[in-house]
């Protein structure tokens, strides 16, 4: 999700050339509905949420993927991802701070842990894989020139 959201500007503004730079914007709109959705229903029936946004997100990006050069596709689908990927995300961690209320310090450090090794670690790998593809020879990248 991280490394998505971390190069989809960039994609978009490759591929679908939208008029406006709202990317950004539409993400953070995304996100906070996610975030609120999930403050309101995770303690209630957080299996539920999980397994629908988990599979609505799932079936979101590929349909992301496959329309990314649409800029309608887009307007609509980048804050409904950000909406699904948000409340999935505070789900699950609202579900490892609760499991591990034996131990509040070590269930927030879990969680915290979690979310940052996301959030690094997904736009790394991203970031990686683009350069694999832009330059499968070692020896061929500009640095070594």
Known sequence: MAADFTVRPCNVARTARPRSGSTPGEIGIGSFLGVR???RL???RPGQLIAACGLLALLGWITLAALANRPVALLVLVPVQGAFSF??????IAR?????SGAPTMGGSY???AL???AAGGP???????LIERWPDPTDHPRRR
């Open 111 to 113: 969680a915290t842990a």
């Open 96 to 100: 490892v701070i609760y499991e591990a």
């Open 37 to 39: 959705i999930a403050g």
């Open 87 to 92: 409340a999935l995300g505070s789900t699950l």
């Open 116 to 118: 940052n090794l996301g």
């Open 42 to 44: 995770s303690d209630q």
């Open 124 to 130: 790394n790998i991203e970031g990686r894989q683009r």
